[in-house]
């Protein structure tokens, strides 16, 4: 068998364990030969593409990013890849293509799948808000890295007697926010699921500033938007791949939390630092068995289907299930978190 493997949309830890592995299971389990399709769906269609062997995947488990190199790819060039997907099949001579990607590579698998192409798709997204997967790699260490950053924070944030607003990613999940925010101890935390007020939040500092306690950490998720008419804030615009450009609610809350209490508060905007660099150990087992199952799921003619975590076990779910909706934050575990500001 020749199993072509892509990594598509934002980069993320682990994206590398799941190439080893399925390089390792592919050539030592059945002696297949793997190719790499270069920047995700554009080498596919540019024709970009070099073959894996062992000595490819050598040393790159605990290597951040993606060895083939990532992009997102513009609707027009995603029909035309369905357009010419039996052509683009016998072309490279690849009997099963393994996309590794979040919710717009799977939903684009999806399409390559429903016009004929065997498809096995492998879930990643460090929001975690893929369906029918109860984790996705790279959230583990997205949120170790948010966690360390809200612990480093209160130090600075006590000695200054400052609010810190903590933004992290999360488009229209918060599972970022609401599990750093729980696991560093952050007094506010704001999710896309809930609108906030501000109100409530000054209310909170207010209080703890009266007994004593003269510093506050907020922990924001991205795509968290105020109640109407409790503070200012724009939405953004739809960018050329249909996502929000959110317009900075980190920044904007930090501003409108010190013209409200007249106290210092800072926007603290990890970005991209959350899904670069080393892999944790949790990510990188989860990376390996999903690479491992794609495999076997590729020798059983298991197509139109993606790996996912169920309890601790791996499955196979259709394409078709997992991209019906997002994973978001259900309100039993707002309600958790809510206890223990």
Same mark, same amino acid.
């Given at each position: 068998?020749?199993?072509?493997?892509?990594?598509?949309?934002?980069?993320?830890?682990?994206?590398?364990?799941?190439?080893?592995? +399925?390089?390792?299971?592919?050539?030592? $389990?059945?002696?297949?030969?793997? @190719?790499?399709? !270069?920047? #995700?769906? /554009? =080498?596919?269609?540019?024709?970009?593409?070099?073959?894996?062997?062992?000595?490819?995947?050598?040393?790159?488990?605990?290597?951040?990013?993606?060895?083939?190199?990532?992009?997102?790819?513009?609707?027009?060039?995603?029909?035309?890849?369905?357009?010419?997907?039996?052509?683009?099949?016998?072309?490279?001579?690849?009997?099963?293509?393994?996309?590794?990607?979040?919710?717009?590579?799977?939903?684009?698998?999806?399409?390559?799948?429903?016009?004929?192409?065997?498809?096995?798709?492998?879930?990643?997204?460090?929001?975690?808000?893929?369906?029918?997967?109860?984790?996705?790699?790279?959230?583990?260490?997205?949120?170790?890295?948010?966690?360390?950053?809200?612990?480093?924070?209160?130090?600075?944030?006590?000695?200054?007697?400052? +609010?810190?607003?903590?933004?992290?990613? $999360?488009?229209?999940?918060?599972? @970022?926010?609401? !599990?750093? #925010?729980? /696991? =560093?101890?952050?007094?506010?935390?704001?999710?896309?699921?809930?609108?906030?007020?501000?109100?409530?939040?000054?209310?909170?500092?207010?209080?703890?500033?009266?007994?004593?306690?003269?510093?506050?950490?907020?922990?924001?998720?991205?795509?968290?938007?105020?109640?109407?008419?409790?503070?200012?804030?724009?939405?953004?615009?739809?960018?050329?791949?249909?996502?929000?450009?959110?317009?900075?609610?980190?920044?904007?809350?930090?501003?409108?939390?010190?013209?409200?209490?007249?106290?210092?508060?800072?926007?603290?905007?990890?970005?991209?630092?959350?899904?670069?660099?080393?892999?944790?150990?949790?990510?990188?087992?989860?990376?390996?068995?999903?690479?491992?199952?794609?495999?076997?799921?590729?020798?059983?003619?298991?197509?139109?289907?993606?790996?996912?975590?169920? $309890?601790?076990?791996?499955?196979?779910?259709?394409?078709?299930?997992?991209?019906?909706?997002?994973?978001?934050?259900?309100?039993?575990?707002?309600?958790?978190?809510?206890?223990?500001?």
């Amino acid at each position: 068998m020749r199993i072509g493997v892509l990594t598509a949309g934002g980069d993320c830890p682990g994206l590398n364990a799941v190439i080893r592995s +399925v390089v390792h299971r592919a050539l030592t $389990g059945h002696d297949d030969e793997v @190719i790499g399709f !270069e920047d #995700g769906f /554009a =080498g596919l269609l540019d024709g970009r593409y070099r073959k894996l062997d062992l000595e490819a995947v050598s040393g790159i488990l605990a290597r951040g990013g993606t060895i083939l190199g990532s992009s997102r790819l513009e609707r027009a060039r995603l029909r035309e890849a369905c357009e010419k997907s039996r052509d683009l099949s016998k072309d490279y001579g690849i009997d099963v293509l393994i996309p590794i990607g979040g919710e717009g590579t799977l939903t684009a698998a999806r399409m390559l799948s429903d016009v004929g192409l065997p498809v096995v798709g492998v879930p990643k997204t460090i929001d975690n808000d893929i369906s029918s997967t109860d984790r996705t790699f790279g959230f583990d260490t997205a949120v170790g890295v948010a966690t360390e950053a809200i612990d480093r924070l209160k130090t600075t944030a006590e000695s200054h007697q400052r +609010v810190m607003v903590v933004e992290v990613m $999360g488009r229209h999940a918060g599972w @970022i926010a609401l !599990e750093s #925010g729980m /696991a =560093g101890g952050a007094h506010g935390i704001c999710l896309p699921e809930r609108e906030f007020d501000v109100n409530d939040l000054v209310t909170m500092v207010e209080e703890r500033f009266a007994r004593g306690k003269k510093f506050a950490v907020i922990c924001v998720a991205e795509g968290a938007h105020p109640a109407p008419g409790t503070m200012e804030y724009k939405k953004g615009a739809i960018d050329q791949f249909g996502h929000e450009r959110f317009s900075g609610i980190g920044t904007a809350l930090a501003r409108e939390l010190e013209k409200r209490l007249g106290k210092e508060a800072r926007p603290v905007i990890l970005g991209h630092v959350q899904r670069g660099g080393t892999p944790t150990a949790y990510d990188r087992v989860l990376a390996t068995r999903f690479g491992w199952h794609a495999v076997e799921a590729a020798h059983r003619g298991d197509y139109g289907k993606m790996t996912a975590l169920r $309890g601790t076990d791996i499955t196979m779910v259709p394409l078709a299930e997992a991209v019906t909706e997002l994973k978001t934050v259900p309100a039993g575990r707002m309600d958790e978190a809510e206890s223990v500001f």
